[in-house]
Nanobody, 117 residues
């Protein structure tokens, strides 16, 4: 089992920045990847960014490239999402995800990000 706790969401004006954090606990040594997903009202949850816990390889949603950066602190089992140049369309609930043995997904409760125009 893996427990995830997100923090760092909030209200920001367009063009502003936020930094999300996700602290993992439990069987963290079995985590393969960690990522951030978001869900806007009336829309499906989508992958924003993901990082491989072993080699640090990353992948981003096209609209996030160049604006968002995912990083990890393996000592403290924490993943960050630095979001710059925020746009109103980035608004949504951001969920932290951990995948274990490339099969089992664990989710945090989510943190709200609201970008005003």
């Amino acid at each position: 089992q893996v427990q995830l706790v997100e923090s760092g969401g909030g209200l920001v004006q367009a063009g502003g920045s936020l930094r999300l954090s996700c602290a993992a606990s439990g069987s963290t040594d079995r985590i393969n990847t960690m990522g951030w997903y978001r869900q806007a009202p009336g829309k499906q949850r989508e992958l924003v960014a993901i990082i491989n816990s072993g080699n640090g390889a990353t992948k981003y949603l096209d609209s996030a490239k160049g604006r968002f950066t995912i990083s990890r602190d393996n000592v403290n089992n924490t993943v960050y999402l630095q979001m710059n140049g925020l746009k109103p369309e980035d608004t949504g609930v951001y969920f932290c995800n951990a995948r274990v043995v490339y099969t089992f997904d664990f989710w945090g409760k989510g943190t709200q990000v609201t970008v005003s125009s």
